[in-house]
């Protein structure tokens, strides 16, 4: 598709809730007064700077920002190219970069009276982060996950429930993470006057993909002012692993209007998308209409939604965040993918050069970087979101090593 | 906007008769095409005033396990788009004046194409469209295209939808107005009839169309129930349901499914014309 660049990348979306033709506010009439209601409360929050202020303060001494912009000096010497760096997002509390929303999310449900919090997770770090900020505050929550999802992250499943979070498998469809987040919207219709919905990817209807964002950004500001101190300059390539997309959103988007940014978002192309068993929506869906929003979908020809197939329960989605979709429309951002055994082995090589284990949803990321950093100049800076650390991973990268343990 | 429809001679005909209609909601292709066609085709005899269809969809957001899996059994068997509006077709060879409503999600409708699927769903004979995640504020994408090519919209209140909103959710609203009496997914709770009485009276006080009243209905002491105080009475779940426990232990249809469907409507349509109501109100 293609449409006439935009003076600025970073003013949608519009007063519809749209970002192009993607974005919108489809859900039923039960939801549509909910959803005005949020829009409010949150443009009276951005607009009280005691909510900025609170949130700064929770962000430093509990999330543990700013994450460390950190050089990888022995992965970079392996591809002998660009000078790589990871933003890190695994060292947050939780383990993730889920919890900058999750925190923003939860100081507003506050601010709005709300008591009972209910989400829905994939991989399961949006729900632990959920289930954590909750603990925290002293709010009921209740976390919805595919019950395929449940078995195979079943750590994290552990962790909700010892921060006292209700924990509902969720057996309709295909029981990963789009049909949890049919059963949130359930929930949330049947129980509208007390209860949040705590969306934890870009995605969803307006206001959630901006909201989720705008939380996210603090990844894209710190790694501006971080680099900055660092070398001087911009950094000249971002890449990030998408599912919904929040993580790359959040390093994205203040970095949307410095257009000697290349920018690279790596969806999970599972078994490889010629086939057909795969999460990436991009390379391999087209527009439509779900969970609120148009954006890029895999579906068959009938408008029926497809399963998406990842090694990654996080990136195992099948949409991407509508502002993602336009990225992609106006062609601001690139969108790669990258298969199960390509993560599999950007895993492996991250744990034995940099010691760190990352999250197989940013293995997807590295992937890409092992593949574009040697081609570019040693004094091309390019930025890698890691934004999950592995531990919930390592039985199923046992399983897929064959390794029993 | 065209003339009147068959929903609007339906409603003013049984308005005249003092009584309220009886809309009565299964999914397109459950269990099989075959077996809906018989079930579809044998709703105006057992006192259905105004047919729904629902058109399958793989993530219906606003329903409950009922018509999900109703939803799942007929895209099993390969239902689509095209074979709903078939089945519009094959009934309206034989009636060509009970009105019928297609009920669904937006997704199918958009990859179908939005001109195209009011073009050939108004030629099938469909009467209006009511297409739950399309709010007033999307009405651009297929309620005002669907309204200027003849067809009602049919919009879904709830009890969210205070007095402040219901102008909005009105305008662009024909045919009837389709409440919701409970907060939740469709086949859960049960509406209390005080409530529901209430809040049609309410909704009466910002529109002139007839206003039906669904979610939650199961017996014919509800649906008579609910026939007092509102214009018509929605029936979904409970029908879904009759065909699900009338299908064989691999799932397949028998003789029995459509006549136990068939059954249940007779018994809810004695209870929806037990109720007389005022003709001038």
Partial sequence: ?405 | MSGATRIDHRFAALRADGRAALVTFVTAGDPDYATSLEIIKGLPAAGADVIEIGMPFTDPMADGPAIQASSLRALGKGHDTNKTLQLVREFRAEDNDTPIVLMGYYNPIYIYGVERFLSDAKAAGVDGLIVVDLPPEEDDELCVPALNSGLNFIRLATPTTDDHRLPRVLTNTSGFVYYVSVLGITGTKSPDISTVTEAVARIKRHTDLPVAVGFGVKTADQAAGIASGADGVVVGSALVNAVRDNLDDAGVAGPATSAAVLALVRQLAGGVKSVTRSAAE
């Fill in chain 1, 1 to 405: 598709m293609n449409v006439n660049p935009p003076n600025s990348y970073r003013v949608g979306p519009d007063e519809h809730g749209r970002y192009g033709i993607h974005g919108g506010r489809f859900v039923a009439e039960t939801l549509m007064p909910l959803i005005l209601e949020l829009e409010q409360a949150y443009k009276d929050a951005q607009a009280d700077p005691s909510f900025q202020a609170e949130m700064d303060t929770f962000l430093e001494h509990y999330v543990g920002r700013p994450s460390p912009l950190y050089y990888a000096e022995r992965l970079t010497e392996h591809l002998s190219g660009a000078k790589v760096y990871f933003k890190r997002d695994e060292l947050n509390h939780t383990g993730a970069h889920k919890i900058n929303n999750v925190m923003g999310q939860i100081l507003l449900a506050r601010r709005m009276g709300k008591t009972r919090i209910i989400a829905e997770t994939g991989a399961g770090q949006h729900g632990v982060a959920t289930a954590t900020v909750c603990a925290r505050f002293g709010l009921k929550c209740i976390v919805y996950m595919g019950d395929v999802d449940v078995e195979r992250q079943k750590p994290n499943v552990f962790r909700m429930k010892l921060l006292g979070a209700e924990v509902i498998p969720v057996s309709s469809g295909s029981r990963t993470l789009k049909d949890a987040l049919n059963e949130a919207l359930r929930d949330w219709v049947a129980n509208v006057e007390d209860t949040f919905y705590c969306i934890g990817t870009v995605a969803g209807p307006h206001p959630y993909p901006e909201m989720v964002r705008d939380f996210q950004s603090i990844i894209g500001k710190e790694t501006k002012r971080q680099m900055h101190s660092r070398e001087g300059r911009l950094p000249d390539s971002l890449v990030a692993a998408i599912g919904g997309g929040s993580n790359a959103m959040g390093l994205f988007h203040p970095f949307l209007d410095d257009k000697e940014v290349e920018i690279y978002g790596v969806e999970a192309a599972g078994r490889g998308i010629d086939t057909g068993l795969h999460a990436a929506s991009i390379s391999g869906g087209r527009p439509g209409i779900l969970h609120g929003n148009r954006t890029y979908l895999l579906m068959n020809d009938d408008g029926q939604i497809t399963e998406a197939h990842s090694i990654s329960a996080g990136l195992d989605y099948p949409g991407i965040g509508p502002e993602h979709a336009w990225l992609n429309d106006v062609g601001r951002v690139n969108y790669l993918s990258a298969t199960d055994q390509e993560a599999l082995d950007a895993f492996q090589l991250c744990c034995e050069l940099e010691g760190i284990i990352p999250a197989l949803e940013p293995s997807h990321a590295l992937a890409k970087v092992v593949e574009l950093a040697p081609d570019r100049p040693k004094d091309h800076l390019m930025v890698m979101n890691m934004c999950g650390r592995g531990d919930k991973d390592i039985f199923a990268v046992a399983e897929h090593l064959g390794v029993e343990l």
